[in-house]
């Protein structure tokens, strides 16, 4: 049997329309768009499938409906590729995507992960406004010279996504500073980013005391499968590393680079990435590219892989 990680993609990765043909066809995957419009009360589904494309692209929803999709895509393999679909040696998931992973690996119902995903989305959202920030992603450098930049420009590093590219996060001002270094520096490029906030910096703290009180909420169980987590690149295998994590990783940065590493040298060879879009599989295969991937995020995709 193949040894396999299945990954799940962040904020960003969200369409207009996505989910729709699973939803229509397969009944494991209407039943859990039907149960995410339940918790939340309100039709996300309906956002998902015919937008408007800037609401669905607002934080408060992106993070809730990525969560969704990606869980619907995971349900209709389950359904149609059946023992056919491989289970996991690890599961990890790109900021936001850890919650999938971890309801995947059982440690909390996917009402909770949903449920879970608009709180953070509405509380990384508040952060912004209370205190606006911005991100951009810096291309063509290493991390050293952008660590430098970051340094220099007050900035932080707010994803390590792979050798030549790594998103940087802070003030708006000190980010457009660290653009204008990083290109003097010798990037080849630096593109700012489409989000609501400071992402992954200290400036998203209030948005780590409000989570905190709702995390202590809720009951966690022990990971069924290692998730590889976003600020340690080590596998979380308790409830308090998992909730410890989801805290951290709201101020820290997402070590995806070094995340993909860990797995392949653990013998995994082959990634499913389970959701919408291949931002996740252009990464991996920049990070390896030997690495096998795979995409579950559609239902032709879903019966392309049955068929295999």
Not at 21 to 30: F, G, I, P, T
Not at 37 to 62: H, V, W, Y
Not at 69 to 83: H, K, M, P, Q, Y
Not at 179 to 196: C, K, N, W, Y
Request: hydrophobic share 40%; proline share 5%.
């Amino acid at each position: 049997m193949t040894r396999v990680a299945w990954v799940f993609p962040g904020q960003g990765s969200q369409s207009v329309g996505m989910g729709r043909d699973l939803y229509d066809n397969v009944d494991s995957a209407r039943a859990i768009f039907d149960q995410a419009d339940e918790a939340l009360g309100f039709s996300l589904s309906k956002l998902c499938f015919e937008g408007p494309e800037d609401e669905l692209r607002q934080t408060i929803n992106a993070q809730p409906a990525l969560v969704v999709d990606s869980f619907a895509c995971l349900e209709a393999a389950r359904e149609i590729v059946g023992n056919g679909l491989p289970a996991p040696v690890f599961t990890a998931g790109h900021s936001l995507g850890e919650y999938t992973a971890l309801a995947a690996a059982g440690v909390f119902d996917f009402a909770t992960a949903v449920c879970l995903a608009r709180e953070r989305g509405r509380l990384m959202h508040e952060a912004g406004q209370s205190t606006p920030g911005s991100m951009a992603a810096i291309l063509g450098l290493d991390e050293a010279s952008v660590a430098e930049v970051c340094q220099k420009s007050g900035t932080v590093m707010a994803n390590i996504n792979c050798p030549g590219q790594i998103v940087i996060s802070g003030a708006t001002d000190n980010v457009t500073q660290a653009m204008e270094m990083a290109t003097d520096a010798g990037a080849s490029r630096a593109i700012p980013l489409q989000v609501s906030g400071a992402f992954h910096s200290t400036l998203m703290q209030p948005a780590v005391d409000g989570m905190a009180a709702y995390i202590d909420s809720l009951s966690f169980q022990k990971p069924s499968i290692p998730v590889i987590g976003n600020t340690t690149a080590q596998p979380l295998t308790t409830a308090e590393e998992v909730k410890s994590e989801l805290l951290n990783q709201l101020t820290n940065p997402v070590q995806w680079q070094r995340t993909i590493e860990y797995i392949d040298g653990k013998g995994v060879p082959t990634f499913i990435e389970i959701g919408p879009g291949r931002v996740l599989t252009g990464l991996i295969k920049r990070i390896n590219k030997e690495a096998r991937t795979i995409n579950v995020g559609d239902l032709e995709a879903v019966k392309t892989l049955a068929s295999q």
